[in-house]
């Protein structure tokens, strides 16, 4: 056993996350704890009429991935593929797994962006992941991502208070409209790259 950084509770030796917090304890956040900040942060942005966009980051051809790669090398590639996301994102934003079926996902929650700055996040993000040599970690040395996105606005106004979601709603709402902008710019036959990028 190990103790956690954060809360200071047991964790497993071969645990990557902390079962009391939810806390990383690899550097990246889970699910429990993305699902958490996306409803604070789309609380925050609709009170103080700031701008919040979310974008998920999935990691194309996952199928073949999985295939070629033992699963050792597939975690060790989605591990450095976490870095190389942190490396690519500002400071203030934060990076997680998300728990899904199907091809891994991502999720960056970005404080204070619009559409156009999730656009240009998504953008670097892309040029980052598709630079970047991953063959330390097994036979792919190139890897590309999709992404899309989803933005409130700052202009966004409630019809009134009743009108106020809850955190729950918010995530919901936040993650399935980024599903729906990654699954339309598959559909439409575009380049995986692009974000599409919806506004409440």
């Not at 809360?7 to 939810?22: A, K, R």
């Not at 970005?110 to 036979?139: N, W, Y």
């Not at 709603?169 to 559909?187: F, H, I, K, P, V």
């Amino acid at each position: 056993m190990t103790t956690c950084w954060y809360c200071s509770s047991e964790v497993p030796e071969t645990s990557q996350y902390c079962p009391s917090c939810g806390h990383s304890q690899t550097g990246i956040w889970n699910s429990k704890f993305v699902n958490a900040l996306v409803g604070q942060e789309a609380n925050r942005a609709v009170r103080y009429h700031r701008p919040l966009s979310v974008l998920l980051i999935e990691l194309d051809h996952a199928e073949h991935i999985h295939k070629e790669l033992e699963q050792i090398q597939v975690e060790g590639l989605l591990r450095e593929m976490a870095e190389r996301l942190g490396q690519a994102i500002r400071d203030t934003d934060t990076v997680g797994f998300l728990d899904a079926d199907g091809p891994p996902h991502f999720a960056i929650v970005l404080p204070e962006t619009d559409e156009q700055g999730a656009a240009l996040a998504a953008d670097k993000i892309r040029r980052s992941i598709a630079s970047h040599d991953f063959g330390t970690t097994g036979a792919w040395k190139r890897i590309t991502v999709s992404g899309g996105a989803a933005t409130i606005d700052a202009g966004y106004r409630p019809a009134d208070e009743a009108g106020l979601m809850n955190r729950r709603e918010y995530t919901g709402n936040l993650l399935r409209e980024a599903y729906q902008a990654l699954d339309s710019g598959r559909s439409a036959g575009t380049n995986r790259t692009t974000v599409g990028a919806y506004r409440r």
